[in-house]
């Protein structure tokens, strides 16, 4: 880790010496380890010239990030998710045992050496609070507790929300909820304790371990105060019912999806060399922070003739959807803008109205999915997504980053605005 320039900003200096202290702390497998610091290092050209840099020494981690292999190759089974959440929740007792809060626990912080064993990585936000409360609302919003995002004071049980989400993605392949709103079904109903609903909605598309979801409900509290802790975790049945994997058996799993990884990702460098638009860098918002409302592929919206546009019919299901996105605009802009970011992930689409079809290619197959704009009052408007063909996998995720995208004409709730 090569920084250029550190001294002339005295707020980065006090960031980084933040993260080294924090890292320097741990000692533990689970955890990258801090091998040395050169704050008077030089970094040398290919010219031969060369640059006054802090040079920062990490242990390698070769086989890159977990989120790449759920991202290209999906889910892990319940013994692969078992084994790895072991491996998370030993390396954070060890910074928990030290006084070290990670506060940005995610699948692109949880690296893979050489023999795919975890390593929680990146400590950059890091806090070793003398009095145990903390206060800074920092770390990637779809990850963060509902007490950082309210912006309250916090404890380390911060952490452990990090971690539900985590094994939720990891045993699913999707996250538990899409934004931590009050406008996101899923996350509405970890906030009232509403777990029923929760999972009854979860389970339309597949089932879940019933100890499995008693976990992942003690640590998606909403109360820190009532959240599980690290050591009731390591009591849970679903934690003990079976002795993990042993890593010669992690190894043989993670190699054997490794090649549709590095395949996945070559294609996305080759993509991004010829500036074309591809999926997963949307898919990257998920693990990104606060790029709601960004279309940074497109500069200007789709051309949309307003005028032939019927008048849109009002939101009025027979059942109810969880992948809608409710609109402060009217049907038309909302429309427009959907397009625009439809247009933006490279989908074919054909439009009827206020009906689109659309067609993307994925790593796992093609995509195909509908979707429908409501009006809801003359000023306001609902879109309405569903699937009609291609894995559950790459729908979720699809709409996830549709989501983001459109999330800016979303009615703002009021305890957003104070973070």
């Not at 086989?63 to 072991?86: I, K, P, Q, W």
């Not at 903390?134 to 004071?153: F, N, Q």
């Not at 990884?261 to 997963?280: C, M, T």
Request: proline share 4%.
């Amino acid at each position: 880790k090569v920084l250029f320039k550190l001294k002339q900003n005295r707020n980065r200096v006090r960031q980084v010496e933040n993260e080294l202290k924090a890292l320097g702390a741990v000692k533990h497998k689970n955890v990258v380890q801090l091998l040395s610091v050169d704050y008077e290092g030089q970094y040398p050209h290919k010219d031969g010239s060369k640059t006054d840099a802090a040079i920062i020494a990490l242990e390698l981690c070769e086989n890159g990030e977990l989120f790449d292999y759920l991202m290209h190759t999906g889910s892990f089974s319940d013994d692969v998710a078992r084994a790895y959440f072991h491996q998370l929740i030993e390396g954070l007792l060890a910074c928990h045992s030290v006084g070290v809060v990670h506060r940005d626990l995610k699948p692109d912080n949880l690296l893979l050496d050489k023999k795919f064993l975890l390593k929680i990585a990146d400590f950059g936000f890091a806090s070793m609070p003398e009095a145990g409360e903390m206060h800074t609302c920092v770390g990637t919003e779809k990850y963060m507790a509902p007490e950082v995002v309210k912006g309250l004071s916090y404890k380390k049980g911060c952490d452990v929300w990090s971690c539900g989400v985590i094994l939720f993605v990891m045993y699913a392949g999707y996250p538990p909820y899409v934004a931590p709103n009050r406008n996101d079904w899923w996350f509405d109903k970890l906030l009232k304790g509403n777990f029923k609903y929760f999972w009854m909605a979860h389970e339309q598309q597949r089932k879940f371990d019933a100890e499995f979801k008693d976990l992942i409900n003690k640590m998606l509290t909403a109360d820190e105060e009532k959240r599980v802790t690290l050591e009731g975790i390591q009591k849970h049945p679903w934690y003990i019912k079976k002795k993990p994997l042993e890593q010669e058996d992690l190894v043989k799993e993670l190699q054997r999806r490794k090649p549709q990884v590095d395949n996945a990702k070559l294609e996305e460098g080759l993509e991004r060399k010829n500036n074309s638009v591809e999926f997963a860098a949307g898919m990257r918002a998920f693990g990104g922070g606060r790029s709601i409302g960004v279309v940074p592929t497109t500069p200007k919206l789709v051309e949309l003739d307003f005028k032939s546009l019927p008048e849109a019919q009002d939101y009025e299901p027979e059942m109810k959807s969880y992948t809608t996105v409710r609109s402060v605009k009217a049907a038309p802009n909302t429309l427009q803008y959907v397009l625009t970011i439809l247009q933006s992930f490279g989908v074919k689409y054909s439009r009827d109205g206020y009906n689109v079809e659309g067609t993307l290619q994925q790593a796992d197959g093609k995509l195909e999915f509908a979707c429908d704009t409501f009006a809801e009052g003359k000023e306001k408007s609902i879109v309405e997504f569903r699937r009609l063909n291609g894995s559950f996998h790459s729908y979720r995720k699809f709409f996830q980053a549709v989501h983001d995208k459109l999330g800016r004409l979303e009615p703002k709730q009021k305890a957003e605005s104070k973070s």
